[in-house]
């Protein structure tokens, strides 16, 4: 069988550093950081009291039906105002597309954990009668994203949401890629959002000690890949990208952005939430991305990596990167983007392989900021774009994310032929 080639034809973000895609762009190559002091509540008392919080943010711009908001919960919210963004940035006209063959892969690591803290809050503060808003669950569950996206648009081929914690948009990239070059659809909206800054998620996370408690140094506390990183900085937001069939992109004269080339998956089988000490799950989901691709290592010319932030996860994946790469491992450039825009979780995949297209697309290397203090443990003589970014001409670039529960990813992505 002929596989299909796939290629990305429309992008949106909504991200701590930007509110739309050029916004976002310009905020990466300037090395910009989208952390700030929590406003969504009073975290006063929290052992983390900053976020990469999404900024000026005014749902009745994109949804003036105060009726129709109130069915969302915020990563909803964010997701549509994504999706609607890659949709337009496709030129793709609806009503002239098969719709039965246009699908929707969005992802949620959490879904609506908001909606989900504030019925209860509402249930156990009253007299124990339920009273409970009938959009709960629809507003609620980790799907709706996805089937939101699908009812605005009209858009009728498969619909489903990928959950793996971290990892999930980087898998919903890889589902849509895989279904369009089996031939089982021609477009797939794909990506992810998350909204976890609350006081369920940012508690949760402060107390299986994952999130940094740097108050100090909040606005540079996410650190990747320095000797004093304490932990990631939670964000929210969203990313969603146009994944089509290259014959159907070049028919409807699209604008390619970048050709999707391989994908790997693997499961570390190690720790609940720490990832492999010696970087194995990641090293062989790069290794099947690449094998996927039909690449050797040496095609590879930049890594934006899973780089959380975190003592344990950023030595294991430059582990891996060396075990895989080999000496080639020097002439990588690596940037972790999560030092700008903190992690999106759930969406981190999508907003990352959004950055690495734009890498491509421009020539240039979005930077690892916040790096102080070269760590002892980590091999200093790789490239980590620490701090500015650098031009490059770029025909390879690979995207990790790693999730909770040792799910990892890698999207390895073309820059697209003129």
């Not at 994504?82 to 719709?99: H, K, M, P």
């Not at 799910?407 to 390895?412: G, K």
């Amino acid at each position: 069988m002929q596989l299909k080639r796939v290629v990305v034809t429309g992008l949106g973000a909504l991200t701590p550093i930007g509110n739309n895609v050029s916004e976002y762009w310009q905020g990466l190559v300037n090395g910009v950081s989208g952390s700030d002091w929590i406003t969504r509540f009073d975290a006063s008392k929290f052992k983390t009291r900053f976020a990469c919080e999404v900024k000026n943010f005014d749902s009745s711009v994109f949804f003036p039906d105060r009726k129709e908001v109130k069915k969302y919960d915020l990563y909803t919210q964010f997701a549509i105002v994504a999706a609607t963004e890659a949709i337009v940035d496709s030129g793709l006209n609806l009503e002239q597309t098969d719709l039965e063959r246009v699908g929707v892969i969005w992802a949620s690591g959490i879904g609506g954990i908001a909606t989900f803290a504030e019925e209860l809050k509402a249930f156990y503060s009253g007299d124990g009668t339920p009273r409970f808003n009938p959009f709960f669950i629809p507003k609620m569950i980790s799907d709706i994203a996805a089937g939101q996206i699908s009812i605005k648009f009209g858009l009728k081929g498969p619909n489903y949401a990928t959950v793996s914690a971290c990892a999930s948009s980087s898998n919903s990239i890889i589902d849509a890629f895989n279904y369009i070059r089996l031939g089982k659809a021609d477009v797939f909206v794909a990506g992810g959002s998350e909204a976890a800054i609350n006081e369920t998620g940012v508690g949760g996370f402060n107390a299986m000690q994952a999130l940094s408690t740097n108050n100090d140094q909040y606005k540079t506390a996410s650190r990747p890949f320095d000797r004093d990183r304490d932990g990631f900085v939670i964000g929210e937001g969203a990313g969603g990208l146009i994944i089509e069939e290259y014959e159907h992109a070049v028919k409807r004269g699209a604008r390619i952005y970048a050709e999707v080339i391989g994908g790997g998956m693997s499961a570390d089988a190690y720790h609940l939430t720490a990832s492999h000490p010696e970087g194995d799950g990641a090293f062989r989901a790069m290794r099947a991305a690449l094998e996927d691709a039909g690449l050797t290592p040496e095609n590879v010319d930049y890594i934006n990596v899973h780089g959380t932030s975190t003592p344990v996860g950023d030595p294991s994946e430059v582990k891996a990167i060396q075990r895989l790469f080999g000496e080639h491992a020097c002439k990588l450039n690596i940037s972790a983007t999560k030092s700008m825009t903190g992690h999106l979780l759930g969406a981190a995949g999508a907003i990352e392989a959004i950055a690495s297209i734009l890498a491509m697309v421009n020539g240039v290397i979005p930077p690892t900021i916040n790096h102080f203090t070269d760590d002892p443990v980590l091999d200093n003589k790789l490239n980590y774009t620490f701090n500015k970014a650098q031009e490059r001409k770029l025909n390879y670039a690979l995207s990790n994310t790693f999730g909770f529960g040792g799910h990892n990813t890698s999207v390895i992505l073309k820059r697209a032929e003129k």
